[in-house]
Nanobody
């Protein structure tokens, strides 16, 4: 079974920073765009950001532009999500995904999720 393994979640105060990591099998990492989605309690899972397989293009949800940065390290088969200036509304379970679109319905592989909690 393909596994995307996330790490880096936790509890942080508003205005703080966290970095999430997602390690993927090489054959997945090399052939798919990688992204992050999140799901807050009582809400639907939503797209946050994605990076093309080459790393040349990135996409962001409007509310995280300028605060979040996605990157990928081909040598480590790992994608990162640097989150700065965190807000309480960023609280959610964050999921790594192998996807070629921003649609939840078009994700090929999911990680197990990591909790991010931002206190006010």
């Amino acid at each position: 079974q393909v596994q995307l393994v996330e790490s880096g979640g936790g509890l942080v105060q508003a205005g703080g920073s966290l970095r999430l990591s997602c390690a993927a099998p090489g054959r997945i990492f090399s052939n798919y765009s990688m992204g992050w989605f999140r799901q807050a309690p009582g809400k639907e899972r939503e797209f946050v950001t994605a990076i093309s397989w080459s790393g040349g293009s990135t996409y962001y949800k409007d509310s995280v532009k300028g605060r979040f940065t996605i990157s990928r390290d081909a040598a480590k088969n790992t994608v990162y999500l640097q989150m700065n200036s965190l807000k309480p509304e960023d609280t959610a379970v964050y999921y790594c995904a192998a996807t070629n679109s921003g649609s939840v319905d078009e994700v090929y592989y999911w990680g197990q999720g990591t909790q991010v909690t931002v206190s006010s």
